[in-house]
């Protein structure tokens, strides 16, 4: 049984930034592909970024050059850095793992 716990989120002004992280058990994390996700009220929960098994990334266009995802298999866990954060980054991020696993997610709000 794999356990996803997200930290790190919160309040921040747009322009800001923070770091969230997901601390993972239960399964050999070097070995999964893991990803961020997010869903904002009335919306579909959607692809933030995405790192391989090998550090390949993958980000969605409305991210791309303001957040980073990493990973550090040694302490099976996967961060995503935000910066120049918007009004539109509010939303509860997910961290999931390539086994369908979810985590309960952390909430982002961006005051303008």
């Known amino acids: 049984q794999v356990q996803l716990v997200e930290s790190g989120g919160g309040l921040v002004q747009a322009g800001g930034s923070l770091r969230l992280s997901c601390a993972g058990s239960g399964s050999i994390f070097s070995f999964n592909a893991m990803g961020w996700y997010r869903q904002a009220p009335g919306k579909q929960r959607e692809l933030v970024a995405h790192?391989?098994?090998?550090?390949?990334?993958i980000y969605a266009d409305s991210v791309k050059g303001r957040f980073t995802i990493s990973r550090d298999n040694a302490k099976n866990t996967v961060y995503l850095q935000m910066n120049s954060l918007k009004p539109e980054d509010t939303a509860v991020y997910y961290c999931?793992?390539?086994?369908?696993?979810w985590g309960q997610g952390t909430q982002v709000s961006v005051s303008s």
């Open positions: 999931n793992h390539e086994g369908g696993y």
């Open positions: 790192i391989t098994r090998y550090g390949s990334r």
